[in-house]
């Protein structure tokens, strides 16, 4: 069975820094698009950025400047760097292949 799985969640002051990490069983995360998503409470899940087989990396407007995607194919390992965080940046972050998601990991940023 596929599974991903988000780690590296946490409590952070404001302006603090957390590396999040994405692993997978059974599908190599090389191949395909890898998409971080977040979602805060009573709010709808959202688009955090990406990561091509090529390596090429987009992110949403928040988050620009701030987080960095990238990968360890030796580890089919796909990271989400965070720095600059802020109470905003508090949610659950999921990451996702095709059909198949995370658990999520909790962030939680204070001020």
């Known amino acids: 069975q596929v599974q991903l799985a988000e780690s590296g969640g946490g409590l952070v002051p404001a302006g603090g820094s957390l590396r999040l990490s994405c692993t997978a069983s059974?599908?190599?995360?090389?191949?395909?698009?890898v998409t971080w998503h977040r979602q805060s409470p009573g709010k709808q899940r959202k688009f955090v950025g990406r990561i091509n087989s090529q390596g090429t990396t987009v992110y949403d407007d928040s988050v620009k400047g701030r987080f960095v995607i990238s990968r360890d194919n030796a580890k089919n390992t796909v990271y989400l760097i965070m720095s600059g965080l802020q109470p905003d940046d508090t949610a659950v972050y999921y990451c996702?292949?095709?059909?198949?998601w995370g658990q999520g990991t909790q962030v939680t940023v204070s001020s």
């Open positions: 996702q292949q095709g059909d198949f």
């Open positions: 059974r599908i190599p995360l090389s191949i395909n698009t």
